[in-house]
């Protein structure tokens, strides 16, 4: 009888260690958003280029949810479909950038020598560039379209991924173990693979969450200056600058988008700062 007793806090004591409420709503609202980018084609009530109501910015209704645009088109309708540009633009940036970082970051780190001094040389001259200046330019340039969007905004966070992952690798790969696992003859592909990616995993995917909301401000940064997702398509920051010009109106088509905005970006830091402590430190676990 006492050790079932003694097992139900221990139970609740790993429950509460492995979850938090904040994380879990944080977590909530990502895959909310991940559902409606998914789907967003067949939950929309009307197409989003169609105008379907007689008076520009008007007040939410029973059948304007969140009221019309500056044409008279369904603001639901875009914000949702807006979210397949917004969150898929932004994660496959992110991936890119990530993917490309943290493998560039652990083969320097292994490396060494003449590879790591030219790898992080060139990185570091990439990440002197301001973002959205550079973003400017090459959308400017090449012009708009979403591969070239996803392209630019991963190559803008490469350099930032590959230095927190080669400064996570450096310290994996100076422990007794990495050294015996030379001794051993093991290939650099083995050490990457085996050795460091599993004690850095943890800390690399709280540093992609976190470029993941600096990829999403960016995006609508560029999108509010014309240079983002091009009509009739938008994603929320060409919304809010579609529609900017009812803001003393105080319009919801102004005021839906960046509550979108600022719902999927809070919540990814809220899921961030929640995570277990096994996966924001894997020294402990």
Known sequence: ????????????????????????????????????????????????????????????SHQFWMGSDYLGRDVFSRILMGARYTVGISLAAVTIACFSGVVLGMIAAVAG??????????????????SKLFGLVVVAAVGSSIPVLILTLSVIYIP??????????????????????????ESTLYLIRSEILPNIVGPVLADLGLRFVFIVLLLSGLSFL??????????????????????????????????????????VNLLIDNLPQKIRDRSES
Not at 12 to 39: E, K, P
Not at 113 to 130: E, K, Q, V, Y
Not at 161 to 182: E, G, H, P, Q
Not at 238 to 252: C, D, K, S, W, Y
Request: aromatic letters at 14%.
């Open 113 to 130: 020598g003449w590879l790591d001094t030219l790898l992080s040389r060139f990185l570091d001259a990439m990440n002197s560039i301001p």
């Open 160 to 185: 930032g991924s590959y230095r927190f992952a080669r400064a996570l690798a450096v310290n994996v790969n100076s422990m007794d173990f990495i050294t015996v696992a030379r001794i051993r003859g």
């Open 1 to 60: 009888m006492t050790s079932h007793i003694e097992q139900r806090p221990a139970v609740a004591r790993r429950l509460s260690y492995r979850f938090n409420l904040v994380g879990l709503l944080g977590l909530a609202v990502i895959l909310f958003w991940a559902f409606i980018a998914i789907f967003a084609h067949t939950l929309i009530p009307y197409p989003v280029g169609e105008i379907v109501d007689y008076d520009y910015f008007g007040p939410i």
């Open 226 to 267: 014309g240079l983002g997702v091009q009509p009739p398509y938008a994603d929320w920051g060409a919304l809010v600058r579609e529609n900017i010009g009812g803001l003393p109106f105080g319009a919801p088509a102004v005021m839906f988008p960046s509550l979108a905005i600022a719902s999927l970006t809070i919540s």
